[in-house]
Structures are given as C-alpha cells and as structure tokens.
C-alpha cells in the first residue's frame, strides 16, 4: 500500500521494561533505551491512502489516526513497532487493516483542524473520553542522529502483528523523518489508559512533531 502520514505529534513516555513485556506476545521483546521500555501516542492525518497501483479515493483514502504504540524486537534482533490500538475515522480502513494487517484499528470520531497551531481530539467508539492535541511546530527540521533517542523512537521500519499464536512482521519504508520542536498546549493519555497504561507520568518525557513522509507498507510475512 502507498500513503503519507501528515502533522504527526510525537509523545512518549518512558515505562519499566517488564510492564511493556508483559504486554507483548511471545515472540516479541521490549526494545530499550537507558534501560527503559517506551510507551507513544501519535497522532495525524493520512492521506492518499490506496493499494498498490489503484489512485486515491477522496475521503476514503484522507482520513485521521491515532496509534498507541511500543518499540519490540523479534527473536532475531528485527526491531519494530507493536501497536496497542490505531483509533481511525475511515470504517473501511479500520475493516481492511484488521483483515489484511491484523492491526487493532479502532473505530473513533475524530477531528482536526491543520494550521499554525494544530488541534486534534479523538473520541474512540464505546466510550465517553476525548482526548484532545493541541500544539504548535516550530524550529528547522532535522534527521535523528543514530544512537540518539530521537533515533529509537522514530526511525522503525518494520511493523510487527499478531494473528492467533503467530506473529507476523511487514516492511515500512519511508525516507527518514525530519523531526521539529513542539509548543505542547494540551495533551492527554486517554487512548494509552483505554489500552491498559493507566500509571503514566504525568509529562510525557519526550515530544516532537514531523511534517510528513511518503509510506509504502508491504505485505506481512509470518516470522518463525
């Protein structure tokens, strides 16, 4: 599949190890950095969302995510990125991820307004709490330099799923991010509590903002 992610909020905080451990299936390791295990909430938009060789399709190919997320590793050291849940207001996204990428798309009503300053708010389907972004980019873009935490953290180029007691791993390939500062006006952890992480800090330790990247995701391989 092709797509761009567009006006991605990164937020994350570190956890103990075993807390991410105990959350992952066999197979897959809590990924570390300074020893801690890390926890993100992401929001953005996608746009041109379309398999291989078929055009975008207005709404049902622009819609709006938001990821909750943790860094593995497999069995042979293959880092990557497990995903706790993926709010989405796109229905058929939500029923093409869950059957083809075993991915725990959610449905959410959900909103966002792109300018100067940025306002996002997600409502996920079954419950009454909205989370809401409010935060302003600033400063020149830049790439990660390896070995820094901005590295860990953003720079994943695999995605890793579960579908019964298999697990399965697919290619993400994108150019590097080239991440910028963020004035953070408002943040909330709804979408990590829902998903079982109630014992947050109460400031994210790390937030940072990328403009956008052009994605193409292959299909998933099952790993052994």
């Not at 059957?99 to 307004?113: G, I, K, S, T």
């Not at 901005?150 to 150019?175: D, M, P, Q, S």
Request: proline share 6%; aromatic share 12%; glycine share 8%.
């Amino acid at each position: 599949m092709y797509q761009r992610w567009e006006q991605l909020l990164f937020l994350h905080w570190a956890v103990d190890r075993e807390v991410i451990q105990r959350s992952l299936p066999h197979g897959l390791h809590a990924d570390t950095f300074d020893g801690a295990g890390w926890l993100g909430i992401v929001p953005f938009a996608m746009r041109g969302v379309r398999p291989a060789g078929w055009p975008a399709v207005g709404p049902v190919s622009n819609f709006l995510e938001l990821n909750v997320r943790t860094y593995v590793h497999d069995e042979r050291g293959v880092p990557g990125v497990w995903f706790y849940s993926l709010d989405c207001n796109q229905p058929l996204a939500v029923l093409v991820a869950q059957m083809l990428f075993a991915l725990p798309y959610r449905h959410a009503a959900m909103r966002a307004e792109f300018s100067k300053t940025i306002a996002y708010q997600s409502t996920r389907r079954g419950t009454d709490k909205t989370a809401r972004y409010v935060w302003q980019p600033h400063g020149e873009g830049r790439a990660a330099a390896i070995g820094s935490l901005e590295f860990f953290l953003l720079e994943r180029y695999h995605l890793y799923a579960a579908r019964g007691k298999n697990i399965y791993r697919g290619t993400v390939a994108h150019a590097p991010y080239e991440y910028r500062g963020v004035t953070l006006r408002e943040f909330s952890t709804t979408p990590a509590t829902l998903d079982g992480f109630s014992d947050l800090e109460p400031q994210p330790r790390h937030v940072c903002h990328a403009d956008g990247v052009d994605v193409r995701i292959l299909a998933l391989e099952k790993i052994p």
